[in-house]
């Protein structure tokens, strides 16, 4: 039988339980403005996005029904019900495969935030990764007075940081990385009190990092990553003593390192790279005993590496790359660290690679590259579980050693050197390998059938070598290689079209590949560059290409492809930008169709940033970055051939966005040029030389407004060169020799600048000045205009004789007739005495 509950007990318990319906009430309120401002907010961001579908950004929850503390991305005080954290980040909206019409490119005004700025509540802020274009709103920022962290990274954020975000006194953690800002001072300056107060941040705006900095004492990470910030480090940023994890890196920040930055006895990163410091390593970066990361790569730092380095205990990660910098051979290294990422790229180590490395247990990625390395890929290396190794650019030698290639190698770049032998078979063992780079070695023999087992491989370039053989083995249709380079080989056969479906750049020129082109390349949904040139492929040109939508390189320059040219041969959906058919035995006419290819009317500039197994890859500006942000790999992407101005060129990966070419030179092609040809107005050359092409010159070449270089030579063209040509601004090079063209060549413009007579020469009756021939009309309007002038010429001489022979005449006819007496001068009277006389 239960005893009865005694008085104290019954007391306590009601005490309890006014308790827990005290908290249960608090929990049930909270400040109804917060919930209305975030319905705002999303309202805002359904509308930008033209969407009711509110799942593209997680706020599914978000309703006016619901307790609004019980959202996604919603966390609230326990106590107050206040919201305290806003995760915000990566609300980027339907993806371009969920709705008929993509807004990836939508652009996310930061007005849009203002609803946010009025929880006065937060503590944290993160709005990072989503597209959000114009400047940080001092006003809105100065309303969270409680802000402990703040991260606005991986935005479209420009202009100034504003003097509000300064006296965010609480703050701790700020990252404004991956944005466009400069410093200097916001618009929003009513809150300067004085004069003084603005001249003491004066020198925001000059792109300064603030001064103002050193007024957030309590911040422990603070990253401005990838802006435009200038200038030096700002002393103040010294007043930080508690700053752990300090990113001013990829700037234009220039001048000394503080020579006193050894004072923030708290750092565990400091990361300066990319920018333009002078100067030595400061010796005072020794005295940090947290330090695990030391980024200075890419600067202008300069001295010699101190050994002093290698005594700091805790470093980790250690970047010293692409510096003015020297290593000293003589200096004997002896680690207290154990380092798990290396970089002495470009530092000038000569001889072996140094075998202290060697202690370094824990060793993952090692950074060697373009130094003066000699000797044999050592075989300590080949043993240690270090899965990036890079190595290019050095005068390494000998084969390399079949122990290297472990589960544990990722990626191995050993490209520039003198290595040699065939490859090891157990290559594909290393089944994590994401990149291989080996180009522009003296390898040989066959590619190991093992290779294709390496199904993580991301790039694969094995270019410029003596590989050989006529068997390429099928890699799996899910393999992940985006990139694959094996020109410039012996490799020989049939063309090779398994790589996977992801493949964006395939070359494969310079080889001795035969027979017709694979069907299955059109498999490839994401194929990009194709180049092909320089083998014996024969055979019609495919139909099934102009099937490839994502095709925008196409070179199969110097093959032996015979018959005409699809009448359909691609269409207006086509993104083709360069097409290289140049040097083979194609027959036909010019299919007008290729006058509406779109990239050549419009260009446009995409990013070939591409995130795959945990890397993110930029094919256009040949680099791999770890998607943790702890390296980034400089890939060398090879040259893109072209015949550029009646010269080999190589279109480099940096640039190859902003050419459009169309190569057809060197066929049998045959009848009128098209006039569709001319709407090509990105278009930078044309050649269709040496061809069999007749008819005339469409007037509308004269529309092309970009192009650089016309080549028309060695045809059957006649007629006149359309006097549409003076419109042409960047025109240097026009080849229109052994035709039957005939009349003026057009002046004006660029015209007037092209005089080299070889490159009208062999015509039928072509005239002016830049070849220096007269024209016949020239010679007409010299005529009559001569014989104008001796008419005018003849008539004022008559009138000068009249005006001046008149009264030359009279002068000269009274002197004459002096002389002849018609005119008689009396003698002078003889003088007489005054007598008069009579007779």
């Not at 020297?326 to 290294?333: E, G, M, R, Y």
């Not at 157990?426 to 590619?447: H, V």
């Not at 002096?818 to 005119?823: H, P, S």
Request: glycine letters at 8%; proline letters at 5%; charged letters at 15%.
């Amino acid at each position: 039988m239960a005893k009865p509950l005694s008085l104290i007990q019954l007391i306590v318990s009601f005490i309890f339980m006014f308790m827990f319906m005290f908290m249960f009430m608090q929990c049930s309120s909270y400040p109804a403005y917060q919930k209305q401002s975030l319905l705002h907010f999303k309202s805002s961001l359904l509308n930008l996005y033209k969407t009711s579908n509110s799942s593209y950004f997680g706020l599914e929850s978000w309703n006016s029904i619901s307790d609004c503390c019980t959202w996604n991305r919603v966390v609230c005080s326990l106590h107050s019900r206040d919201i305290t954290a806003l995760h915000l980040n990566n609300l980027n909206g339907p993806t371009p495969y969920d709705i008929v019409t993509p807004y990836y490119d939508v652009e996310v005004n930061s007005r849009i935030l203002d609803p946010i700025y009025s929880i006065k509540s937060l503590l944290l802020l993160d709005i990072s990764n989503n597209r959000i274009r114009g400047v940080i709103s001092g006003k809105g920022l100065a309303n969270l007075t409680k802000l402990v962290h703040l991260d606005i990274s991986t935005n479209n954020f420009d202009g100034s940081i504003p003097a509000q975000l300064f006296h965010l006194k609480f703050l701790q953690f700020l990252d404004l990385s991956y944005n466009s800002l400069k410093g200097g001072l916001s618009s929003e300056v009513g809150n300067l009190r004085n004069l003084r107060t603005f001249k003491l941040e004066r020198n925001m705006l000059h792109g300064y990092i603030p001064i103002q900095i050193g007024n957030l004492t309590k911040l422990k990470q603070f990253s401005v990553n990838t802006n435009k910030f200038s200038g030096p480090i700002p002393d103040s940023i010294l007043n930080l003593k508690g700053m752990e994890i300090l990113d001013l890196s990829n700037n234009h920040l220039n001048m000394q390192i503080p020579s006193e930055i050894g004072s923030l006895s708290n750092i565990s990163s400091l990361a300066l790279g990319t920018n333009s410091f002078t100067g030595i390593i400061p010796p005072s970066i020794r005295n940090l005993s947290k330090l695990e990361s030391l980024w200075l790569q890419d600067n202008i730092l300069s001295g010699e590496i101190p050994s002093w380095l290698f005594e700091i205990g805790s470093l980790k990660n250690l970047n010293l790359g692409g510096n003015k910098m020297n290593w000293n051979n003589k200096v004997k290294v002896v680690p207290k660290c154990m380092l798990s990422l290396l970089s002495l790229r470009s530092c000038k180590i000569a001889g072996d690679i140094p075998e202290w490395i060697s202690t370094q247990k824990n060793l993952d990625t090692l950074q060697l590259s373009d130094n003066q390395l000699t000797g044999r890929f050592p075989d300590w290396l080949a043993e240690m579980k270090v899965g990036t190794i890079l190595l290019s650019v050095n005068k390494l030698t000998g084969p390399i050693p079949s122990r290297l290639f472990q589960k544990s190698l990722v990626s191995l770049a050993l490209s520039g050197n003198n290595f040699s032998g065939e490859l090891p078979k157990n290559i594909g063992d290393a089944n994590e390998f994401k990149m291989l780079t080996l180009s522009g070695n003296n390898f040989s023999g066959p590619i190991p059938r093992s290779l294709a087992n390496a199904y993580q491989l991301i790039l694969l370039d094995l270019s410029r070598n003596r590989f050989s053989g006529n068997i390429l083995h099928i890699f799996h249709p899910d393999a992940k290689l985006l990139y694959v380079d094996l020109s410039s080989n012996e490799l020989s056969g049939e063309v090779p079209g398994s790589f996977g479906t992801l493949t964006i750049i395939l070359a494969l020129g310079k080889n001795k590949f035969s027979g017709k082109l694979p069907r299955n390349l059109t498999n490839m949904a994401n194929l990009e560059h194709l180049d092909l040139h320089d083998n014996n492929i024969t055979g019609h040109f495919p139909d099934s290409f102009s099937q490839i939508n994502t095709l925008q390189v196409l070179s199969l320059r110097n093959n032996s492809l015979y018959g005409s040219l699809p009448i359909n041969l691609f269409s207006n959906r086509s993104s083709l930008r360069i097409l290289d058919l140049s040097e083979n035995n194609l027959v036909g006419n010019i299919p007008s169709n290729l006058g509406n290819l779109r990239r050549m009317i419009d260009t446009a500039d995409e990013s070939h940033a591409i995130g795959v197994g945990g890397v993110v890859v930029d094919l256009s500006e040949a680099t791999i970055t770890s998607i943790s942000g702890m390296y980034t790999l400089r890939v060398e992407i090879n040259d893109l051939m072209v015949n550029w101005k009646k010269g080999k060129q190589g279109l480099s990966s940096h640039c190859q966005h902003i050419y459009s070419l169309l190569d057809l030179s060197k066929n049998n092609l045959s009848g009128d040029i098209p006039t569709s040809l001319g709407n090509l107005k990105k278009l930078k050359q044309l050649n269709i030389s040496n061809n069999r092409l007749s008819g005339f010159i469409p007037q509308s070449f004269g529309d092309l407004e970009s192009i650089e270089a016309l080549d028309l030579s060695n045809n059957n063209i006649s007629g006149t060169i359309p006097q549409s040509f003076s419109k042409q601004k960047y025109l240097s090079l026009l080849d229109v020799s052994n035709n039957k063209l005939s009349g003026k060549i057009p002046r004006g413009g660029q015209m007037d600048t092209i005089n080299d007579p070889t490159y009208f020469a062999n015509n039928s009756g072509l005239c002016g000045m830049q070849i220096r021939v007269k024209c016949p009309e020239d010679e007409l309007t010299r005529d009559a205009n001569k014989e104008g002038n001796d008419f005018d010429q003849e008539s004022w001489f008559l009138w000068a004789g009249v005006w001046i022979g008149f009264p030359l005449g009279f002068i000269l006819s009274v002197f004459i007739a002096f002389f002849r007496g018609y005119f008689v001068i009396p003698p002078p009277r003889p003088k007489y005495h005054s007598i008069y006389y009579s007779i």
